[in-house]
């Protein structure tokens, strides 16, 4: 360990490497259909699984955070989409990874019909006044930012 950038960090002692503990990112995706309905997945795993959330995933390398929101919405749902926006870029702190930076994705819908991916139990549309509650909370902070903004 060593002093670096004004914190204590690993370092080889051999190459001087710097062991840097970063932020896992995540896309999310708000997906709103003509209807003004969001789509959301019911979670087959942890965290929160069997509670409903938006479709969401880690980024993988080379990719950029709207096409791992695309991704992701495909994986989960079966649904294609076009990202129309930045919803807002989110923190939270994770027990698992740490910490976790999400960047929310507005997304339309370019495809009709839903199919739950491997990873969820179910996907469905819900209008805003008939929402389930959902089980991360910055899925529920997105949410929320949707309901005040728009």
Not at 9 to 31: D, H, I, M, T
Not at 118 to 130: G, H, I, K, M, T
Not at 134 to 142: E, I, Q
Request: net charge positive; proline share 5%; glycine share 10%.
């Amino acid at each position: 360990m060593a002093a670096v950038d004004g914190r204590r960090r690993k370092v080889c002692g051999g190459c001087e490497y710097v062991y840097y503990r970063n932020p896992v990112p995540v896309a999310a995706c708000l997906v709103i259909d003509r209807r003004d309905r969001i789509l959301l997945v019911k979670r087959g795993v942890e965290p929160a699984k069997g509670a409903w959330s938006l479709p969401c995933g880690f980024m993988e390398l080379g990719e950029t955070p709207s096409a791992a929101a695309l991704r992701e919405l495909y994986e989960e749902t079966g649904v294609r989409g076009r990202v129309v926006g930045v919803h807002g870029v989110y923190y939270e702190a994770s027990h698992r990874y740490d910490t976790l930076v999400v960047a929310a994705f507005r997304i339309t819908p370019m495809t009709q019909g839903v199919k739950a991916g491997d990873d969820a139990e179910d996907v469905a549309y819900f209008p805003l006044d008939r929402m389930p509650r959902l089980g991360l909370a910055t899925h529920r902070r997105v949410l929320g930012d949707y309901r005040r903004r728009g």
